[in-house]
């Protein structure tokens, strides 16, 4: 059986060392978060997510969940408990508002947890998870009565939120929804129609769930600009605020999918059902984005997290498992073979998975102060600022960190040989649980267009020239320090990739609008190899400070060192390539017609 640690020490590194959390304690909401508290939180969240998530993961997956014949759903053996405990923990109310019961402090915290309880179990994760993107949408845009009627539930966790816009016919274009919603006299509307593959959609774990519902008002206009938002709940509120009437919402069936069984993914019916406008009318896309945008980053974070998991496990076995000889003679020769850890190729997956692992966490962490900063930092600039990074870096986050660590996960199950092709070690479901962290949330050819057709030129290019000042500036003065020169100069030549693709693209992609679909992708991940670079470069920095202070555990930071330099050597020359790639434009890519992909036998 797999296992998992939280990897609580390089957290603390993250959150005190290289952000130093603690030094924003004049804004509010962090003033709670004094070191102490911080460390607790890390330390109890990773001995939560250890010692009651991890262990039900495998069942989760091996039992799924099971839909009755009255549609309703049972989730997984253990999960039910696991639930239980979450809430009676409080973990769910840790970033949330205090006004509706949550204990408001940083994302970032609220982010480790995230973390944690993605890797220990991804499909559980996403119960809470989606109800924390429900929360963040009638946060924003809800009435004051929608606000008190369902946050503080929602907030404890005693109901359950999800995300609704998918339809059979549109999952990328959601203009072209159907579902329907007549405004029944008394200010709440009937809603009729069918959602797909909606997370979450019908379980055991709460005794409510809120659905935020995409549709379309008598006469909206049959485009993005004519959709609005809507809380559905599944049992409808009395005048005491309980749940009481069953509505209009049932589950048609639930998917057979190649992972995170333990999530209930339903087609859900909507028969009439009675629901309440969230915001003014067709204006829900902007609502749900406010949803989707929190949810992108939490998907970003699952890509990392699977692969976290699956190198643990990997290391464990390359340590343990013996087969041949190192290349340079045998290192343990009293035994009959050495550990596969000796084989350079096995070493190569591994300092892959350690050096992404590392630095996604770093940058997901940084994401979340920049969502904190966007709304508490002090001065109109900051928070300007905060705003500019977090947009142009989520889909960079959501694509890039998913693409990317799906291929960790599965070169960890590679690190198995045979062993990780059977269901026995774990390693297959770690696989399969994070490929669709590539797919929802807006599919990563979508992130790449977001980032490439929309962020990089919103205005006037201004978020895209606040990330190069930020690396240049963090180059220029790292060149000056005799360590850390060869990682900048080639975070520079990285860089300097970076720039002159944007550059291709300013100078012919207006010309050409398929040259920048072509590229989006290659761009995505240019910025991915490029930002990852970055935060390489500030942690080998802090190691850098840590190591003269004589610290004791000086091992953490000399491994920190030693990875900075193999990502410099291994990961940022991929720039390169990637924008000769992008710069190869459109027309190879487009110029076959439909007829010749046809296989002629
Ligand atoms: C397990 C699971 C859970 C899910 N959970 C939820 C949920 O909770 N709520 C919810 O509403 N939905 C959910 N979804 C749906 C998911 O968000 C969609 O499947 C996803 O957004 C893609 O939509 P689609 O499947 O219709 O693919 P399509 O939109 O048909 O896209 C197919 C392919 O074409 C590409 N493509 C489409 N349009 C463009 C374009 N303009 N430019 C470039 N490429 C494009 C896409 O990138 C993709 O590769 C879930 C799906 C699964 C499988």
């Known amino acids: 059986m797999p296992t998992y640690t939280a990897p609580t020490r390089d957290t603390r590194f993250i959150v005190n060392e290289l952000l130093d959390l603690a030094s924003y304690g004049n804004l509010p909401g962090f003033e709670n978060a004094t070191p102490d508290m911080i460390d607790t939180v890390i330390n109890e969240a990773g001995k939560f997510c250890a010692e009651v998530l991890a262990p039900v993961n495998q069942a989760g997956d091996e039992h799924g969940c099971t839909r009755h014949e009255d549609g309703s759903v049972t989730t997984p053996p253990g999960f039910k408990e696991a639930y239980q405990a979450y809430v009676e923990s409080g973990w769910g109310t840790l970033a949330q508002p205090e006004e509706f019961g949550g204990q408001g402090l940083p994302h970032v915290l609220g982010f480790v947890l995230e973390e944690y309880s993605g890797t220990a179990n991804q499909a559980f994760a996403m119960y809470p998870g989606l109800t924390a993107g429900a929360i963040s949408a009638i946060i924003a845009k809800g009435s004051d009565e929608q606000k008190a009627a369902f946050l503080p539930k929602m907030i404890s966790g005693e109901w359950s939120g999800t995300m ?121 896309l902007a609502a749900m984005f406010i949803m989707m945008n929190a949810a992108r980053l939490g998907v970003g974070i699952q890509g990392y997290a ?172 790292a060149k000056q320090v005799a360590e850390l020169k060869p990682v900048a100069e080639r975070l520079e030549k990285a860089l300097g990739e970076q720039k002159a693709a944007t550059m291709w693209f300013m100078q012919n992609a207006m010309a050409n609008p398929n040259h920048l679909g072509a590229g989006a992708h290659h761009y995505m991940h240019i910025m991915g190899v490029v930002t990852l670079g970055f935060f390489w470069l500030r942690m080998a920095k802090v190691a850098l ?57």
């Open 164 to 284: 609704n816009l998918t339809e059979p016919h549109c999952g990328t274009d959601l203009g072209m929804i159907r579902t329907k919603a007549v405004p029944n006299g008394d200010g709440s509307y009937a809603i009729t129609g069918t959602k797909i593959f909606i997370s979450a959609g019908e379980h055991d774990l709460t005794s409510n769930i809120i659905h935020l519902v995409l549709a379309k008002t008598p006469g909206a206009p049959d485009s993005t600009k004519g959709i609005s938002l809507f809380i559905v709940p599944k049992f409808v509120l009395d005048e005491n605020g309980e749940p009481a009437q069953r509505n209009g919402v049932t589950c048609g069936s639930i998917e057979k999918k190649m992972g995170i069984h333990g999530n209930a993914t339903c087609l859900l019916n909507y028969d009439g059902a009675t629901g309440y406008m969230v915001g003014e009318e067709n204006k829900g």
């Open 306 to 477: 699977q692969a976290e998991v699956a190198y643990q496990n990997a290391v464990t076995y390359a340590l343990d498992r013996r087969q041949g000889r190192a290349l340079t003679g045998p290192a343990e020769p009293e035994a009959k073979a050495d550990p596969i850890f000796v084989h350079p190729d096995v070493r190569r997956m591994l300092m892959d998975a350690k050096v992404f692992t590392e630095s996604m966490r770093a940058l997901c962490l940084w994401g979340a102060l920049q969502v904190d900063l966007t709304h508490k930092a002090q001065t109109a600039e900051e928070r300007e600022q905060a705003d500019l990074l977090i947009g142009l870096m989520t889909p960079v986050i959501k694509g890039y960190g998913t693409d990317k660590g799906y291929d960790i996960a599965n070169n960890m199950q590679q690190v198995y040989g045979g062993h990780g092709y059977v269901r026995e070690w774990g390693m297959e479901q770690f696989v399969r649980d994070s490929r669709i962290a590539m797919i929802y949330e807006g599919a990563n050819g979508v992130q790449a267009m977001d980032l490439c057709g929309r962020k990089l030129a919103a205005n006037g290019g201004k978020a895209i020239q606040a990330f190069f000042a930020m690396i240049d500036e963090e180059i220029a003065a």
């Open 545 to 601: 400070t840590k190591l003269a202070d004589e610290p004791e555990d000086k091992a953490f930071y000399e491994a920190k060192l030693v990875s900075a330099n193999y990502y410099a050597e291994r990961f940022l020359p991929d720039a390169g390539a990637l924008r000769r790639k992008l710069e190869a434009g459109s027309e190879y890519m487009m110029k076959l017609p439909a007829e010749a992909f046809a296989t002629a036998a």
